[in-house]
């Protein structure tokens, strides 16, 4: 269990009363033609100001209290303002000058009051009572192990517009802290070698696929997992070859997107659309109730998206996204989750629509089978919204164990957390572990 220490600024919080004015502000980030940082790439969108709200307290006579989206008590100094106001917003403040109420403008009170602008993203909240591991106590080999039906089929795609075959023949083999493996297959028949440099960030990966099109030449991958669409895109310098595919969810179809150039000249392109293939696995209701449109896509994987605005008055809204990629390989699974929601507002005094960040999150899980086991690690990314959530669960580690060893049977019943109670402390504890194994397998 993990054990917190006083904090002054919460001790604070859970203090304040008499509440003499509430106010949300923006902290604006960069526009879109001025967004320099990857995670303001990923996050504008639209031409719109994209910003992280700030909430400011007046209370008990002059003290202050004023934090943003980035400090790890915002929500709780909301949660705790919003219960305060409820409470004491028909009272009458006996001020110098003139009697009046709490000071809180129109804008102010809506997300204040809203319960879906401010509830705690499902995706993490079950882990807020779990122990978490500071490193990962799994080899990354089961990570790339799941993805392998992903890998082969961007080979197989690739060479495909060149007229050649290719067949997965004896998986990945390899261990490197760099990422550097090597794939065997059948080219046209004939048993190669593939090696492969991937790195991860947050929810994509670039990965260096080598002897694709011939002896050191290799194929450049970039896979990114957006709120909307899963992104492929793959180029060759040396062929001046560049393809483009995507998998974009919407309005409930999928549609399947894919640009070929050569020589910066378009030589193919072709759009599929599909119906939901309703191929929902059971692992996505680990954490949550599914709520996704689900698809299966042509490597056999299932992804899921779910978009939704709901109005809370003629300027305001709250848009929920989220993407779900879910794949196994053999005995390892992968399970690669992200939501944001945002705040939209528009004012008379504003000509375009300005978007505050309450949650975005990047979930991941890799699972393995082992002795009639599954385990299940789960890791957070961080990607610099919401303090929270930075403070808690971003780059830990969190774990459990199913005594299921069928992927499409785990869920959250039969999975049990991993705690140092267990004298699980570093890589190799957890394998195998005595206590884990009779908790979750009996004597």
Known sequence: MKVNSMDEERISISKIKNIVSIGFS???LARIENAGTEFNDRLVDDGNTLVKPMLTVCYDGTNIICLSSDDKNFNYLVQ?????????KDKIIEGSILKRKILIDDNSKR??????????????KKYSNMEFFNESLISGDHELKALLPLIEYIIKS????????????????????????TLYGKKNGIYISIPIKIERLNNSYNISIGNVFGELKPLNVHINFNKTS??????SEEFNYFTFENFEYNNGFLVNNKDIYVNKKSVYTNSIISKDGNSQPS????????ILDWFRLPWGASI????????IDDLSSITYREIEYVDTYKDDLIDINSAEKRFKRKTKELKTVRDLIFDDVDKRIVAFKDSGLVYLETTFGENNVGGEYN????????????????????????????MRDYDVFEPGDLKGNYKIRKKVMGN
């Open 80 to 88: 705790k303002t919003r219960e305060v106001y409820l409470k004491e």
């Open 304 to 311: 899921g998206f779910k978009i939704e605005t709901k109005p």
């Open 26 to 28: 923006d902290l604006a």
């Open 283 to 290: 692992i996505s209701k680990l954490d949550k109730e599914d």
């Open 158 to 181: 690739n060479l495909r517009n060149i007229d050649c075959s290719f067949n997965l023949e004896d998986g990945i083999h390899g261990y490197s802290p760099l990422g550097n493996y």
């Open 391 to 418: 403070e808690n669960y971003a780059n830990k580690y969190f774990y459990q164990v199913s005594s299921s060893d069928v992927f499409n049977l785990i869920n959250k019943d039969n999975t049990y957390p991993v």
């Open 111 to 124: 997300i204040l009051l809203s319960d879906t602008a401010l509830q705690t993203n499902n995706l993490y």
């Open 230 to 235: 899963l992104d492929i895109i793959s180029n």
